[in-house]
């Protein structure tokens, strides 16, 4: 699909900002760039990931994707992620494959897998249970599957946290603008009283750049694509043997895979 004008514009705008020296790989391949809206068939898009736990480095002590992820969307450095703090706020992070896929562990399985660190995000579900019970449409799922959120209108009530059954979303309990370690100015900062949680990239994917965490990942293990669109990366990927997925049972359909 060509590049639109609007996302031209877009990309004109990052370069202001010293964005647009895209490295290799960096860029959606063959999937287009406009994502908010429909493809050029116009058919919706669903935007999805898969991460290869035979690649992902994390119980080696990686943590690439969640660094390149908090520095390119403001997460503020908040709490210490080993004493749980209810404070901490987190777009991506890491659970064990216990803790992340419990309902589909059993005593058989292997303590090295049971063990394994694993991260773990927002799901960007096909039936977000956050989207349906904010009272205010701050939180809404975009026409491309992107579950976003708009933070002038959240009003702080928690509902979406207490509605997601994966944990995915945050609350700001405290200003987090002073434990933002380098606050990038392409992205907006949010303020106390206001949950937040991963986009997907929404602002990177929308001028055909693939998210930050995919990009960051030196061990190819985080695949992303259109669902929709039978020769994507994801769509590929999912090709290559069966994946799971965090609580199939939820009723929300998530659009994160995980290959074991
Ligand atoms: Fe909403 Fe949670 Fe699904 Fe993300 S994982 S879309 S926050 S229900």
């Not at 908010?36 to 991460?51: E, H, N």
């Not at 080993?82 to 706020?89: I, M």
């Not at 700001?172 to 106390?192: G, H, L, M």
Request: proline share 6%; glycine share 8%; charged share 25%.
């Amino acid at each position: 699909m060509a590049t639109t004008r609007r996302n031209l514009l877009k990309l004109g705008g990052l370069a202001g900002l010293g964005l647009v020296l895209l490295p290799v790989g960096t860029l959606l391949a063959g999937e287009a760039a406009g994502a908010t809206g429909a493809s050029a068939k116009g058919d919706r898009k669903q935007w999805a990931m898969l991460i290869d736990l035979n690649k992902c480095q994390a119980s080696a002590g990686c943590r690439d994707c969640i660094g390149a992820c908090h520095a390119a969307h403001n997460v503020p450095d908040i709490g210490d992620p080993l004493a749980d703090s209810k404070e901490e706020v987190k777009w991506i992070w890491t659970e064990t494959f216990a803790e992340t896929f419990g309902d589909q562990a059993d005593e058989y399985m292997a303590d090295e897998l049971k063990q394994k660190l694993l991260p773990v995000m927002c799901n960007h579900c096909t039936h977000p249970a956050c989207v349906r019970v904010c009272p205010t449409e701050a939180t809404y799922k975009r026409p491309d599957g992107i579950v976003a959120m708009d933070y002038h209108r959240c009003i702080g009530c928690r509902y979406c946290m207490a509605a997601c059954p994966h944990g995915a979303r945050s609350f700001n309990f405290r200003d987090p603008r002073p434990s933002i370690r380098e606050v990038n100015p392409a992205f907006p900062t949010r303020e106390r009283g206001v949950v937040e949680k991963c986009n997907f990239c929404a602002e990177r994917v929308d001028v055909g750049m693939l998210p930050a965490c995919v990009t960051a990942c030196k061990y190819g293990a985080l695949a992303f694509g259109d669902l929709t669109d039978t020769n994507s990366a994801i769509r590929k990927a999912l090709r290559e043997g069966y994946a799971l997925r965090r609580k199939p049972d939820s009723g929300t359909d998530p659009n994160v895979y995980y290959r074991v």
